[in-house]
Nanobody
Framework: QVQLVESGGGLVQAGDSLRISCADSGRTFSTYDMAWFRQAPGKERDFVLAIRRSGGSTLYGDSVKGRFTISRDNAKNTVYLQMNSLKPEDTAVYYC???????????????WGQGTQVTVSS
């Protein structure tokens, strides 16, 4: 069973960096492709980044390319989202997700965390 728990969100200023984490308490973390999505108030859930189960490659959403990176530590059952040069428009609830298809589509991810709020002030 996959249980994802995000942590590390908070309030930061524009230009700051922040790293958020997502830990899985199950035993099958390394068999899943992982992704981060985000959802701002009144908007749809948008793709941010994805990483293959092996960690060998990543997919980037257009709005974060060059600023955000995703990584994973399969020994710790954890995926990370490093966010640099944060902007007020990055303010959202950030969700991690696990699935068997490496993609940017929400429908391909079957397990979701509860989300962590990231707020960027100007």
């Amino acid at each position: 069973q996959v249980q994802l728990v995000e942590s590390g969100g908070g309030l930061v200023q524009a230009g700051d960096s922040l790293r958020i984490s997502c830990a899985d308490s199950g035993r099958t973390f390394s068999t899943y492709d992982m992704a981060w999505f985000r959802q701002a108030p009144g908007k749809e859930r948008d793709f941010v980044l994805a990483i293959r189960r092996s960690g060998g490659s990543t997919l980037y959403g257009d709005s974060v390319k060059g600023r955000f990176t995703i990584s994973r530590d399969n020994a710790k059952n954890t995926v990370y989202l490093q966010m640099n040069s944060l902007k007020p428009e990055d303010t959202a609830v950030y969700y991690c997700a696990a699935g068997w298809v490496y993609s940017s589509q929400t429908a391909n991810y079957h397990y979701w965390g509860q989300g962590t709020q990231v707020t960027v002030s100007s």
